[in-house]
């Protein structure tokens, strides 16, 4: 019913920049927070951002500062604009987005998308 694509990872130089875009599509009526998580080989998935409805913004500590959130609400998209990458931000990043269905239930439902992978390396 509703689908998050994710586009933009990559390979990025350390201290580069990356841009990472989530777009929800489907049975949407209302989104009401969308965020980024990572998952390391080997590690648990993490969140790196969020940002609820209207410009409420959370960051894991070892981002704040280098990169930002935000969301084109028009668009139902959502943004990570990364900065001074480093090594340990190679990951696979998912969008997750809680969603208020358009079809008829208005019930709420907590969507992922299907991963894009960062690699910082020189």
């Known amino acids: 019913q509703v689908q998050l694509v994710e586009s933009g990872g990559g390979l990025v130089q350390p201290g580069g920049s990356l841009r990472l875009s989530c777009a929800a599509s489907g049975s949407i009526f209302l989104i009401n927070g969308m965020g980024w998580y990572r998952q390391a080989p080997g590690k648990e998935r993490e969140l790196v951002a969020s940002?609820?409805?209207?410009?409420?913004?959370n960051y894991a500590d070892s981002v704040k500062g280098r990169f930002t959130i935000s969301r084109d609400n028009a668009k139902n998209t959502a943004y990570l604009q990364m900065n001074s990458a480093k090594p340990e931000d190679t990951a696979v990043y998912y969008c997750?987005?809680?969603?208020?269905?358009?079809?008829?239930?208005?019930?709420?439902?907590?969507?992922w998308g299907q991963g894009t992978p960062v690699t910082v390396s020189s």
């Open positions: 940002i609820i409805s209207g410009a409420n913004t």
């Open positions: 997750n987005a809680a969603v208020i269905l358009n079809d008829g239930s208005f019930r709420s439902l907590e969507v």
